[in-house]
């Protein structure tokens, strides 16, 4: 059927590589050292949609700011279309965190224009204004983010993060604080994006059910320090539905088996 | 378990206003009770006067006082005495402002600046700069520069410790989502630290005013040619407590319509905040 736990080899050049890469923080208000990723090895294929599914707080975050360029693995190495990752790339690279960071002081057009501030060529504004469209949002472009509902927030968060129409997205739980309603809407949204512009997507969740019916792979994580449990093909044909998906009995049983094991090896929490 | 909805909690604790009002409403019914509290202290004032309840030698009334500041006003005394001591109280609070906001942005931004700076800081803010009045009018003269200076050093904390407070609660992510965007750190100052900061800073401002006003008239207690604390020490002096008291209404009605003035510029600049 669709699963088929993963073990190693690829085709060749992948466009994200993180080898060997284990990351200690400090924690700015403990001032403790904390081992936020024990080893992780992941390779991201151009096109690829991956998807990294784990308990809350084990270091899944950690990965995206180490592949973003916001922070430096402690060891190992991390390239990105062939080259060493020696900080932010925002033309390559869009990143969409879990935390509501729209600037309150700027209209959502304004926030969407913050990402093309430096390094973009053309008519900005014009551009903000289309990408607001494209999620949705025609008519709110003056509204401020104190105005708009928890999931307008999160459109116009994704539309800052294609605004600059980079290849790689880095999408941390973007759907996690939304309500079941708001969320699906939004899942069949990046999906019908993400599908049709043919973006490498790496993508943390803790919620199985949407990293399966995103994804082409489902990397499973243990609780911290991190390190990659397992490893899942999903082969359900492109473009999905999602809503379709999720009544498709062949979702739910993957979905089942999938579960099974990740309770077994009790590594999904109560995230 | 049961599930109690209680439909009180929908209420806003407004027990004083009559249900059904709105917002308005309310606000009109607010404003009206807060003039009648006005109105009914200065009515027991001028009764207790009147009566000579109280001796009105010691307490004035509240009809001397207007007519004392009327005089003030048709004489044109309070014009000359009023420009120099909202120049002096002005000109300190600017100066003192902008200095603060920049030495707090400093201290907010560099670590080791703030770990040596901020408790030396706190040490001689405790220290009260009224007391150094003397001093500086020794040093810069019993002219208006003494009084400017004296404000200076009271405004320049105040903002000081705003600015810095301010910059330090910065939210970490609004920080991130700039530098992943490239931004510069001269540009994430002014992006995301400088709007962040803005109602710290007319926190400060409005502080900052009336402490401003009281510098410049205490200045002017100690030695000064003019202004309405001069008035005020010379009413004093002539043991003219009416007159006392018209120079403290006179500094009253300049403070609120500079604080109105503040407000208007802070509900421009922070229309972010207001849902409409």
Redesign the interface.
């Known amino acids: 059927m669709n699963v088929q736990p993963e073990s190693a080899g690829f085709q060749a050049k992948p466009l994200i590589e993180i080898q060997a890469v284990e990351h200690w923080f400090r924690d700015s208000r403990t001032g403790k050292l904390v081992h936020a990723v024990k080893r992780a090895d992941v390779l991201v294929q151009r096109g690829e949609f991956v998807s990294v599914v784990g308990p809350s707080g084990c270091g899944k975050t950690t990965l995206l700011n180490i592949v973003?360029g916001?922070a430096r693995p402690t060891k190992g190495a991390v390239r990105v279309a062939g080259k060493e990752v020696a900080g932010?790339q925002?033309s390559l690279i869009g990143?969409m965190?879990a935390?509501d960071?729209l600037?309150?002081?700027?209209t959502a057009l304004a926030n969407v224009e913050?990402?093309?501030?430096?390094?973009f060529t053309g008519d900005r504004q014009s551009r903000a204004r289309e990408m607001l469209s494209i999620v949705g949002l025609n008519g709110f472009e003056s509204a401020?983010?104190?105005?708009l509902s928890h999931g307008m927030r999160q459109r116009v968060a994704l539309a800052r993060t294609l605004v600059r129409d980079p290849e790689i997205l880095l999408m941390d739980e973007p759907f996690g604080a939304l309500d079941a309603q708001t969320k699906l809407l939004m899942e069949e949204e990046f999906l019908r994006i993400s599908e049709r512009s043919k973006k490498t997507v790496l993508f943390v969740t803790h919620d199985l059910a949407e990293a399966l019916m995103l994804s082409d792979r489902v990397l499973v994580l243990s609780a911290r320090p991190c390190s990659i449990k397992a490893e899942y093909r999903i082969t359900f044909p492109r473009p999905r539905n999602a809503e379709a998906l999720q009544a498709n009995p062949k979702f739910i049983e993957l979905f089942q088996q999938v579960w099974r094991d990740l309770r077994s090896e009790n590594v999904m929490g109560t995230g | 378990m049961t599930t109690v909805i209680d439909a009180s909690i929908e209420s806003d604790g407004s027990a004083a206003v009559p249900k059904g009002m709105n917002e308005s409403q309310k606000s009109v019914t607010y404003g009206i009770l807060q003039v009648a509290v006005v109105l009914a202290f200065l009515g027991i004032w001028e009764l207790a006067a009147i009566t000579k309840i109280v001796d009105p030698f010691f307490i004035s009334s509240p009809t001397a006082v207007f007519a004392k500041a009327v005089d003030w006003i048709r004489d044109g005394t309070i014009y000359n005495h009023a420009i120099i001591t909202l120049r002096e109280a002005l000109i300190g609070w600017v100066i003192g402002s902008v200095i603060g906001v920049l030495v707090g942005f400093v201290l907010g931004r560099v670590e080791p600046i703030r770990r040596v700076f901020v408790p030396l800081l706190h040490l001689i803010n405790t220290l009260p700069r009224i007391a150094l009045a003397p001093l500086f009018i020794f040093w810069f003269g019993i002219g208006e520069l003494s009084k400017i200076i004296l404000v200076v050093t009271i405004i320049v904390f105040i903002m000081i410790f705003n600015t810095y407070s301010g910059v330090l609660t910065v939210n970490n992510d609004f920080l991130l989502t700039a530098r992943l965007y490239g931004k510069r750190e001269w540009e994430i100052m002014r992006e995301v630290i400088f709007p962040w900061i803005v109602p710290w800073i007319f926190v400060g401002l409005k502080l900052g005013l009336a402490w401003s006003l009281s510098g410049a008239v205490v200045g002017e207690f100690i030695a000064a040619r003019g202004g309405i604390g001069y008035l005020i020490f010379n009413s004093a002096s002539n043991l003219d407590n009416a007159g006392v008291l018209a120079g403290s209404v006179i500094l009253l009605i300049l403070a609120m319509v500079f604080f109105l003035i503040i407000s208007m510029a802070e509900k421009a600049l922070l229309k972010w905040r207001l849902p409409t």
């Open positions: 973003s916001l932010v925002p990143y965190f935390r960071t600037l309150p002081w700027r913050f990402a093309i501030e430096r390094g401020y983010p104190d105005q």
